[in-house]
């Protein structure tokens, strides 16, 4: 299937945590980046407003937008972790979740947590040999996913990750 867009290699994954910041963050997205609009925890119609002003931006920029979610989005490029139109991600936290996902139609995955996370403390990283165990032999797009920012996805490149995804890479403050 081809889509609208290509696969970015850069994503930013929104959530209620980031408040204001999700501004800044889409901002220093780079053109082309990916977004995965998740906001769980809204009323369906502040999540459809939220998710219109995010798509203005998104516009304005460059970025595909991908929705979270079960409830369909006017403009979403494709979805995350459900069926539906447009580039279709999943996220995989073991092989085994992997390849349901293909089997399920996945055309990338967002493997994670590849290192420690403030999105979820306390949870087991995979680290790097895990994560290259995990990824090892499945053709698919592979998107980094935990604790990551651009040196850490440097470091795994020789694995063959495809891209990288963060919320805190793309909010903190440059320095």
């Known amino acids: 299937m081809r889509h609208r867009h290509p696969l970015p290699r850069l994503w930013l994954m929104t959530d209620e945590r980031m408040g204001d910041a999700l501004w800044d963050a889409l901002e220093r997205l780079p053109r082309g980046g990916g977004v995965v609009f998740r906001h769980h925890g809204l ?11 995010v798509l203005k931006v998104a516009r ?24 539906g139109r447009g580039i279709r991600t999943a996220p995989a936290h073991d092989r085994r979740e992997a390849i349901a996902a293909l089997r399920a139609g996945a055309q990338a995955l967002f493997v994670s947590p590849v290192f420690p996370t403030r999105s979820h403390p306390g949870a087991p990283a ?28 440097r470091s795994l490149e020789r694995l063959g990750i495809h891209g990288w ?3 805190d890479a793309w909010t903190k403050a440059k320095g």
């Open 165 to 167: 995804a963060a919320i």
């Open 43 to 53: 009323t369906p119609t502040e999540r459809r407003a939220l998710f219109a002003q």
């Open 60 to 83: 304005r920029r460059g970025l595909v937008l991908v929705r979270a979610g079960g409830q369909p989005m006017r403009g979403e490029s494709g979805v995350h972790g459900r069926r």
């Open 126 to 153: 995979l680290g790097r040999a895990r994560f290259g165990s995990l990824i090892r032999g499945l053709d698919v797009p592979m998107i980094a996913l935990g604790g990551m920012d651009a040196r850490k996805a």
